[in-house]
């Protein structure tokens, strides 16, 4: 599942390539939006901003109409030259927004997929140029008004977002000690995944910040001390924006490479217990361990020697 480091990056990919510039064509496969579609046309509005919320993508159309999506599993938006060849077959294709000249390419720049891994410093130029938006696989995209949109019960309800330019660890550190009042049976590993605790951490972070943090992931929320929690928050800040970090320019950036939390550039080595189950722990040489949890079975992964249960 993605988790917002890349919905991060795939917004600030989309409004690189759509921010400011009128839709010339809209397509779905989606009944739900065809059908506001019908009634209230994409086509001639201008797309005003992209933002990422924790693991949502919410894009902005002039007159109060607001798309938003969530990749769930699988879900990935792509940036396309209007007429290059997608890189997933059309029955995968969800939404498709498609802004500037159609037909109109340039020779020395091509975007790159808005979520895909390709090298960084693919750029799009804006004038005179078709680009197209792909929304592939995903599950959850529906259309919204302002008003909507607050009435919701997911997205307005997330926590603070570790990746928004007003998140602090101190909002952090205050959302946790709240869960671990209201919920001290919950285990820490739940709660940093928990979107209306704090939003953006998916599976990988969890285990990462957990590890570095010394904090067993299935110890109970009622045990931590504050010094535990501003450390994961800490930890959670640096980890998702150190794998978000732009290039320079004004042409679209893809993120290069798997996730990193450790200080090595070898792929491989890259994090610290995630996905490494029955592997020495890089600290200490003990064994790294992976089990599930929660009511969603999770793999969280952890090292007994470094996590110890009952710290």
């Known amino acids: ?43 001639g509005r201008t797309v005003e901003r992209v933002e990422a919320r924790g693991k949502w993508c919410l894009i902005f159309f002039s007159g109060d109409l ?10 990935s938006w ?3 030259r209007v007429g290059e060849k997608w890189q997933l077959p059309r029955r995968m294709m969800r939404v498709v927004v498609r802004v500037g000249e159609v037909g109109d390419r340039s020779s020395d720049g ?17 004038d005179g140029v078709g680009d197209e938006a792909v929304l592939f696989h995903a599950q959850v995209a529906e259309f919204y008004t302002a008003r909507s949109l607050e009435r919701s019960s997911q997205v307005p309800k997330l926590g603070p977002d570790v990746l928004s330019g007003g998140f602090s660890v101190e909002a952090g550190v205050a959302a946790l000690k709240v869960r671990a009042a209201s919920h001290p049976e919950d285990e820490v590993g739940v709660v940093l995944m928990n979107q209306r605790v704090m939003a953006g951490l998916g599976n990988v972070y969890k285990s990462e ?6 904090v067993n992931p299935f110890r109970k929320m009622k045990t931590l001390t504050e010094r535990e929690m501003r450390m994961m928050v800490e930890f959670a800040e640096r980890y998702m924006k150190a794998n978000v970090v732009d290039g320079a320019g004004d042409g679209v950036v893809t993120y290069n490479g798997p996730r990193r939390t450790t200080n090595a550039m070898k792929e491989s080595d890259r994090l610290w217990v995630y996905r490494r189950a029955g592997e020495e722990c890089r600290r200490c ?16 992964y952890w090292c007994a020697g470094c996590q110890v249960l009952g710290a």
């Open 66 to 75: 607001i798309l938003v999506t969530h990749m769930l599993m699988s879900g």
């Open 209 to 214: 910040v957990a590890f570095a943090a010394g």
């Open 110 to 126: 091509i975007a790159g997929d808005a979520e895909r891994r390709f090298p960084s410093g693919m750029t799009t130029k804006k």
């Open 1 to 43: 599942m993605p988790e917002g480091d890349t919905i991060y990056r795939t917004a600030r990919a989309l409004q690189k390539a759509l921010g400011g510039r009128v839709v010339t064509a809209f397509e779905t496969g989606l009944a739900k939006l065809a059908a506001v579609e019908d009634e209230s046309p994409v086509v």
């Open 78 to 80: 792509h940036i396309y």
């Open 285 to 300: 040489g003990a064994m790294v361990t992976m089990r599930k949890q929660g009511v969603q079975a999770r793999s969280t």
